[in-house]
Nanobody, 117 residues
Framework: QVQLVESGGGLVQAGGSLRLSCAASGSISSTSINVMGWYRQAPGNQRELVARLIAGGAITYGDSVKGRFTFSRDNAKNTLYLQMNNLKPEDTAVYYC?????????WGQGTQVTVSS
C-alpha cells in the first residue's frame, strides 16, 4: 500500500510559478516502483498526463507543458516534485500524484492549481 499526499497548490497569476510536492508513505527508489508522475484534470475534461517516469526510462511530458514544467524526485525524502513555470490560465486544474508499485496503481487526493489571467 502506498499513500500519496500532494501539497503546494494555490492561486497564482499568469506567468508565475508554483512547485507541487507529493510525499509518499514508502520508498520511491525501490525497484518495485514501476511508474511515477503527475496528472491533472480540469472541470469537464478527462485526466491528462503532465509528467511521467517509467522505471528504466526517460521522463515524458505532456505536450502542453513541455519546456515549462519539470518533474523531479528526492529519494531520501520519498517525495516527488513538479516545478511549474510560466503558468497559463489553461493550466488551471486539480493536479494528482500517481505511483504504480508492484503493478498496483495509487493516486493522491489532488491539489488545486488556479491561474488567473
Amino acid at each position: 500500500q502506498v499513500q500519496l499526499v500532494e501539497s503546494g497548490g494555490g492561486l497564482v497569476q499568469a506567468g508565475g510559478s508554483l512547485r507541487l510536492s507529493c510525499a509518499a508513505s514508502g520508498s520511491i527508489s525501490s525497484t518495485s516502483i514501476n511508474v511515477m508522475g503527475w496528472y491533472r484534470q480540469a472541470p469537464g475534461n478527462q485526466r491528462e498526463l503532465v509528467a511521467r517516469l517509467i522505471a528504466g526510462g526517460a521522463i515524458t511530458y505532456g505536450d502542453s507543458v513541455k519546456g515549462r514544467f519539470t518533474f523531479s524526485r528526492d529519494n531520501a525524502k520519498n517525495t516527488l516534485y513538479l516545478q511549474m513555470n510560466n503558468l497559463k490560465p489553461e493550466d488551471t486544474a486539480v493536479y494528482y500524484c500517481h505511483v504504480v508499485k508492484n503493478f498496483h496503481s495509487y493516486w493522491g487526493q489532488g491539489t488545486q492549481v488556479t491561474v488567473s489571467s
